[in-house]
Structures are given as structure tokens and as C-alpha cells.
T-cell receptor, first 119, second 119 residues
Framework: AQTVTQSQPEMSVQEAETVTLSCTYD???????LFWYKQPPSRQMILVIR??????QNATENRFSVNFQKAAKSFSLKISDSQLGDAAMYFC????????????????FGKGTSLLVTP | DGGITQSPKYLFRKEGQNVTLSCEQN?????MYWYRQDPGQGLRLIYY???????QKGDIAEGYSVSREKKESFPLTVTSAQKNPTAFYLC??????????????????FGAGSRLTVL
């Protein structure tokens, strides 16, 4: 089974600064998808950004961008110009492109990184 | 508006009782999922279903049961056999297909969650 590791349980950033959250994963597959989800205090899961493994270009969504290193199996999230509303738990997740017998098309999540944004 | 509705938001259970968490979606998604969230543990897959009247165990299915009698509904029953049921439960749904599209198709959409506490 694929494992997703987020090695930073907590991170802190000042407003307007940039922060990078780390994620590594273990897989033998060549075609897959990676995601970052945000969970604010309301606990609603919100998709932040997705990356297709077959694309070399890093995904970007406004202030959010990723650094996808396929050979290193690394998928970090960079948040630029941090805002107070960015404070949340951030989860990295993996999905097989073709689904698998253990979990279909379900996502496999890391344990999360809690991001604190200070004024 | 399309979305996923989970109920109740908060639920209290006495030891030895079964309880059922409701999950309804009007997104016309084929697949539905139940995850459990504990502090520091990320999200762990309990059950998933890709078609009506069929469902598969996830990583932590022991002590839980589900049904999928309608495409829109995927209730989760926490049985008395679940030794430590106090947790936050998240229901999700998605289309089926290889490629998560930019429109959001085949990307997991989550409900607001249900918090279960055993007294």
C-alpha cells in the first residue's frame, strides 16, 4: 500500500511571508495523482491543489504552488503571501491513477501539518 | 446547490449501543467513502462503495458496517464491536474515472463531518 508522510506536525509563518509544507510518498506506480487538502477550524475539507504525476510542470493555484519531484517522491506545498485565513491543517494525499483493489479510487492521506499564521 | 450532507453533526453514544451516521449526496457521484479522523492520525479509510449494492472494506473496517441501497446514500453504522469509536467521521464522494479533471470531476468532495463521542 502507498504511504504518505508529512514530517512536520506543526509549522508557523508570519502574515505576508512564504511557507513550505513537506510531503513524501512511497509507491511503485508510475501513474498517480497527488493532492493537498486544507482543513480549517470548521473541519470542512477543502481541495487546495492537485498534481498529475505524468505532468512535469508544477501545479499552481493563485498563492499556492507545489514542487513535485517525481524521482525523489516528494510533493511540497508553497504558500506565498500568507494570510490569517490560511491557518488550518493541511493534508497531503495520494491516489492511484487506475484505482487499486485495496481502496478503489479513495485517497491515501498523510497525518497532516498544522499551520499557524501570526500577524 | 450540489453537495454532501452528513447528519447528525454531533452524536453521543453509550457503550454497547449501535449508532448510524447519515451521508447523502446530490452530486450524482458513483463512488462514496467513509473516513475516520483522529488527532495526529490523518484520515483513515473505513469503507468505500463504487456502485449501488456493493461496498468494500478499507483499512479500518472492523466494528463498522455500511449499506448502499441508493446511489445518493451511504450510511455508516458504528457497532458495539468498535472498541474506540470516539472520533470525527467524514463522508466523501467522487465520480469514477482515471483523470481528476480541472472541473472537479473525479476529485473527492467531502461532507462537513460528524463528531461521535462515547460516554
Amino acid at each position: 500500500a502507498q504511504t504518505v508522510t508529512q514530517s512536520q506536525p506543526e509549522m508557523s509563518v508570519q502574515e505576508a511571508e512564504t511557507v513550505t509544507l513537506s510531503c513524501t510518498y512511497d509507491t511503485s506506480e508510475s501513474d498517480y495523482y497527488l493532492f493537498w487538502y486544507k482543513q480549517p477550524p470548521s473541519r470542512q475539507m477543502i481541495l487546495v491543489i492537485r498534481q498529475e504525476a505524468y505532468k512535469q510542470q508544477n501545479a499552481t493555484e493563485n498563492r499556492f504552488s507545489v514542487n513535485f519531484q517525481k524521482a525523489a517522491k516528494s510533493f511540497s506545498l508553497k504558500i506565498s503571501d500568507s494570510q490569517l485565513g490560511d491557518a488550518a491543517m493541511y493534508f497531503c494525499a495520494y491516489r492511484s491513477a487506475w484505482g487499486n483493489s485495496n481502496s478503489g479510487y479513495a485517497l491515501n492521506f498523510g497525518k497532516g501539518t498544522s499551520l499557524l499564521v501570526t500577524p | 446547490d450540489g453537495g454532501i450532507t452528513q447528519s447528525p453533526k454531533y452524536l453521543f453514544r453509550k457503550e454497547g449501543q449501535n449508532v448510524t451516521l447519515s451521508c447523502e449526496q446530490n452530486l450524482n457521484h458513483d463512488a462514496m467513502y467513509w473516513y475516520r479522523q483522529d488527532p495526529g492520525q490523518g484520515l483513515r479509510l473505513i469503507y468505500y462503495s463504487q456502485i449501488v449494492n456493493d461496498f468494500q472494506k478499507g483499512d479500518i473496517a472492523e466494528g463498522y458496517s455500511v449499506s448502499r441501497e441508493k446511489k445518493e446514500s451511504f450510511p455508516l453504522t458504528v457497532t458495539s464491536a468498535q472498541k474506540n469509536p470516539t472520533a470525527f467521521y467524514l463522508c466523501a464522494s467522487s465520480g469514477l474515472g482515471q483523470r481528476p479533471s480541472s472541473s472537479g470531476a473525479n476529485v473527492l468532495t467531502f461532507g462537513a463531518g460528524s463528531r461521535l463521542t462515547v460516554l
